[in-house]
């Protein structure tokens, strides 16, 4: 890789690990959100999942934006809003304010300096053959914010209180369009594949069947990760577990996710993508049948975010590195777009049904058991994809 290459991989791994470890972290704030604005757990994961579900659907358009104007000024108004709807939330009095600020604003903003369009920026210069350990170097910068941030932002919330950590985390965010500098050194570079139009590009996707099954497979990741990045703390708490112990299972998920992004990104490069995600679901569908399973304490609960951890965005290379692979990084923010568009209507869906089982029935049993469902579908799905370039890449490069 080029000295131009590494610039944009360092400062790319900044910006994704401040703009989506800080995204990991919001589960600490359902207990104290939730009391002090008298609204139960279903609404707090209404609010994370219309925030999933409007960064997931704002994805296509600004990979399309990005894959056309380059990524940074698409970066820079995401920082804009993101960094706006948490100082926002900080004034939230009821469910309104905290949909219009932690919701609405917070998922449009999250749609830039997030992984999308950094992995697209960076996939531009990396060749094929080193792409997937980049993108698992990338993809591990979130999990090592999500470490920081997740046992800091409760630092933060018993020492000052929610409102005040709102505002303190706006002004971090704020200060990521310098980061961005560094991405210009690869606004020369010629993204892979042949010259395709976007009609062509979206038409070739939605033909092939490994495109299609990658996206539906996503849609369980999401599912995972927000459910228990927004319900385990509480989860645990109410299991007898200390917050302190909640709050660092959540963070050791981050961290092991260093190594299990890293790892897993690394593996892609040597075997199947696509048997290897295989693996990572029907791993964490077993992992999520234990919880039901094994006693519930301080040390069980950090045993969890260790493993879970492993699993937990390792996801992301190999899938991303598929879609590169498969059809070139041409239109690759708008392709990894839908894919990751598909991953937020999971995030939705596993945000707020969590809150609302709990409220319904008073505890997260049946929330583990079907998450422990939806990942062996996901096993299933990958299983038949077609991880193969197009033949007009090979046409291109021969």
């Known amino acids: 890789m080029t000295r131009q290459a590494w610039i944009m991989v360092v400062c790319g791994v900044l910006i994704v690990m401040v703009g989506g470890g800080l995204r990991q972290a919001f589960g600490v704030f359902l207990r104290p959100v939730a009391l002090d604005l008298d609204i139960g757990r279903q609404l707090f994961g209404l609010v994370i999942a219309a925030q999933a579900l409007i960064?997931?659907?704002?994805?296509?358009?600004?990979?399309?934006?990005?894959?056309?104007?380059?990524?940074?000024?698409?970066?820079?108004?995401?920082?804009?809003?993101?960094?706006?709807?948490?100082?926002?939330?900080?004034?939230?009095?009821?469910?309104?304010?905290?949909?219009?600020?932690?919701?609405?604003?917070?998922?449009?903003?999250?749609?830039?300096?997030?992984?999308?369009l950094v992995l697209g920026a960076v996939g531009k210069v990396v060749p094929n053959e080193k792409r997937s350990l980049v993108f698992g170097t990338v993809i591990a910068s979130t999990s090592l914010g999500m470490f920081f941030f997740v046992p800091g932002v409760q630092q933060l919330l018993d020492t000052l209180g929610w409102r005040e950590t709102f505002v303190i985390l706006a002004l971090m965010i704020a200060v990521l369009p310098l980061f961005t500098i560094g991405l210009?050194?690869?606004?020369?570079?010629?993204?892979?594949?042949?010259?395709?139009?976007?009609?062509?590009?979206?038409?070739?996707a939605s033909s092939h069947s490994g495109y299609l099954f990658l996206t539906a497979g996503f849609f369980v990741c999401g599912f995972h990760v927000t459910f228990i990045a927004t319900h385990l703390p509480a989860f645990l708490i109410d299991n007898g577990v200390s917050s302190t112990a909640a709050a660092y299972s959540l963070g050791l998920i981050g961290l092991c996710n260093v190594a299990g992004a890293y790892i897993f990104g690394a593996l892609g490069d040597r075997f199947s993508k696509k048997n290897l995600l295989c693996w990572i679901y029907f791993g964490r569908a077993v992992l999520m049948g234990m919880v039901l399973?094994?006693?519930?304490?301080?040390?069980?609960?950090?045993?969890?975010?260790?493993?879970?951890?492993?699993?937990w965005l390792a996801t992301v290379p190999l899938t991303s590195g598929i879609v590169a692979q498969v059809f070139g990084t041409r239109y690759f923010s708008m392709l990894f777009g839908v894919v990751m568009m598909s991953h937020q209507f999971g995030s939705f869906a596993g945000a707020w049904l969590g809150g609302y089982i709990y409220d319904t029935t008073g505890t997260y049993d049946l929330m583990w058991a079907a998450s422990v469902g939806v990942g062996l579908l996901a096993t299933a799905l990958?299983?038949?994809?077609?991880?193969q370039p197009l033949a007009r890449l090979s046409q291109e490069t021969a």
């Open 293 to 311: 399973i094994v006693p519930i304490n301080d040390v069980t609960a950090l045993i969890f975010g260790v493993f879970m951890g492993l699993l």
């Open 184 to 204: 210009r050194t690869g606004s020369t570079v010629q993204a892979s594949g042949p010259s395709q139009s976007l009609r062509e590009a979206i038409g070739e």
């Open 55 to 116: 960064y997931g659907v704002s994805q296509p358009a600004a990979g399309l934006l990005a894959d056309r104007y380059g990524s940074i000024r698409i970066i820079i108004a995401g920082v804009v809003l993101y960094a706006a709807g948490l100082w926002m939330a900080s004034f939230a009095t009821d469910a309104v304010d905290l949909f219009i600020s932690l919701g609405v604003l917070v998922g449009l903003g999250l749609s830039g300096p997030t992984q999308v």
């Open 382 to 387: 990958h299983w038949p994809i077609r991880e």
